[in-house]
């Protein structure tokens, strides 16, 4: 089949708008920290998400600093992006290391480049044989830096200036809907959030593994399921995990609920 020219300007259009429309959702989702039901936990897996579906990336995961400012792990789009980020807070360096302490983006674009500097890391990346580059950008307000969103790529090479200007926007527009939420309604410190925030992660993590073990399924998929059944029931995904972790009858809930349709948020 041949495409004429405004055949393709049409297509070219209807694609741009779809973005448009996915950035435009993307930022309000980030920024709206004011609704009943907003969940830190659940802010921080969107902007990983957005990092593959508006940024190209493979894969994406977040670390942050906790109250004794060690990062840790607080969202991934999956267990083996998990690890390799939860192996950059034990080795303490990797890119994302790097980046949480500059304040600026950190890049690996190919084995190479970060042998030396990150020797642990980029071995462990070598092994794993998935990812070829990672970029990590800073979650930052001013001066302060809380944390870093890191993307990992399949195939080595740089961060388009636009996807990198882009993926700045969103890691900044979620910083300032974490360290402005609980200021606005609640009054808590901010270290104290983010102290709150990762042990809201640490009991998600202890619910996905009664999930996987009481349904037979894998963790990405235990996940799945509670952060749609929390969406759902407009709850917050900590007090869905804690539920599954202490009455069995919740979980089984979780895992045989009948599918409806997944509302946008």
């Given amino acids: 089949m041949v495409i004429g020219a405004g055949t393709a300007g049409a297509v070219a259009t209807g694609v741009s708008e779809s973005r448009e429309r996915a950035l435009t959702t993307a930022f309000v989702g980030l920024a709206d920290t004011l609704v009943d039901d907003y969940d830190v936990i659940d802010l921080l897996g969107r902007l990983a998400a957005h990092g593959v579906t508006l940024l190209g990336a493979d894969a994406a995961g977040i670390l942050l600093l906790d109250g004794d400012d060690r990062l840790r792990v607080a969202a991934s789009t999956d267990e083996q992006t998990g690890w390799m980020e939860l192996l950059q807070t034990e080795a303490g360096e990797g890119p994302c290391v790097e980046c949480v302490r500059s304040g600026a983006p950190v890049s690996i674009t190919a084995f190479a480049d970060g042998a030396a500097r990150w020797p642990q890391f980029v071995a462990a990346l070598a092994r794993g044989g998935t990812y070829a580059a990672v970029h990590a950008l800073p979650l930052r307000l001013r001066e302060r830096t809380i944390g870093a969103l890191s993307l990992f790529h399949r195939v080595p090479g740089a961060l388009p200036d636009a996807d990198r200007a882009l993926g700045q926007a969103l890691a900044d527009m979620a910083t300032i809907g974490i ?16 102290d709150g925030t990762l042990a809201d992660r640490v009991l998600i993590e202890q619910a996905k593994g009664v999930l996987a073990q009481r349904g037979d399924v894998g963790m990405d998929t235990a996940f799945d399921r509670l952060r749609r059944y929390a969406r759902d029931h407009d709850r917050r995904l900590a007090e869905i995990a804690g539920e599954v972790v202490e009455t069995a009858l919740v979980a089984d809930d979780v895992l045989a609920r009948p599918k409806v349709p997944r509302r946008d948020r």
């Fill in 179 to 194: 360290l402005t939420e609980r200021a606005v309604r609640r009054g808590d410190d901010v270290t104290e959030q983010l």
